[in-house]
């Protein structure tokens, strides 16, 4: 089983739905990231999360919220999607701390997202 | 805010060739810097990381280097293989854990 779990990998909706994209880990990891994917653009930071209390917004948050429901759990959700927000959606997890951590990044493989 | 930026954006090499891809970032006060390997549709691999404090890092045929003061890294890819082919992409990870990323460089490897 993958480390990091992403659901749905892909959803095709309609403008003005209401979008949830859901994000579990078996790390241990606190930290947790969502980033969206545009070709030619590389990979922005939406939200991430320090902690189940500590939550942040990103370069690109407008029109996304996020949930820490748990230390392994961080879902991301479009109130009302868009299609500028068609894009590939990545969830990934980090360890804090300088005796732990590397600062490496594990990703998700992805969620696929196309608002018609 | 930091910059990352990737070039060349896209290449085609045959088969056998070595090569080096760049990175250059505007903001040297960097926690680490990070190489990924993407396939088409797929999540990103962990190729090389790369600690502010070192030089390089070495897997097999992938060699990175760090020039933190000139804002600068290299992926270097010896004998190029047609599974190489994919997108690569160079990412730096500020003080506070947030990663942030270049364009990526599209590589084929011609058989």
């Known amino acids: 089983d993958a480390d990091v779990t992403q659901t749905p990998r892909n959803r095709i909706t309609k403008t003005g739905k209401r979008i949830m994209l859901e994000c579990s880990q078996t790390?241990?990891?606190?930290?947790m990231y969502w980033y969206r994917q545009d070709p030619g653009l590389g990979l922005r930071l939406i939200y991430y999360s320090f902690d189940v209390k500590d939550i942040n917004k990103g370069e690109i948050s407008d029109g996304y919220s996020v949930s820490r429901q748990a230390q392994a759990k961080f879902s991301l959700s479009l109130e009302s999607a868009i299609p500028n927000q068609t894009a590939l959606y990545f969830c990934?997890?980090?360890?804090?701390?300088?005796?732990?951590?590397?600062?490496?990044?594990?990703f998700g493989e992805g969620s696929r997202l196309t608002v018609l | 805010k930091q910059e990352v930026t990737q070039i060349p954006a896209a290449l085609s090499v045959p088969e056998g060739e070595n090569l080096v891809l760049n990175c250059s970032f505007t903001d040297s006060a960097i926690y680490n810097l990070q190489w990924f390997r993407q396939d088409p549709g797929k999540g990103l691999t962990s190729l090389l990381l790369i600690q502010s404090s070192q030089r390089e890092q070495t897997s097999g045929r992938l060699n990175a280097s760090l020039d933190k003061s000139s804002g600068r890294s290299t992926l270097y890819i010896a004998a190029s293989q047609p599974g190489d082919s994919a997108t690569y992409l160079c990412a730096v990870m500020e003080y506070g854990n947030k990663l942030v990323f270049g364009a990526g460089t599209i590589l084929r490897v011609k058989s």
């Open positions: 790390k241990g990891h606190d930290r």
């Open positions: 990934a997890t980090l360890i804090s701390g300088h005796r732990t951590s590397t600062g490496e990044l594990f």
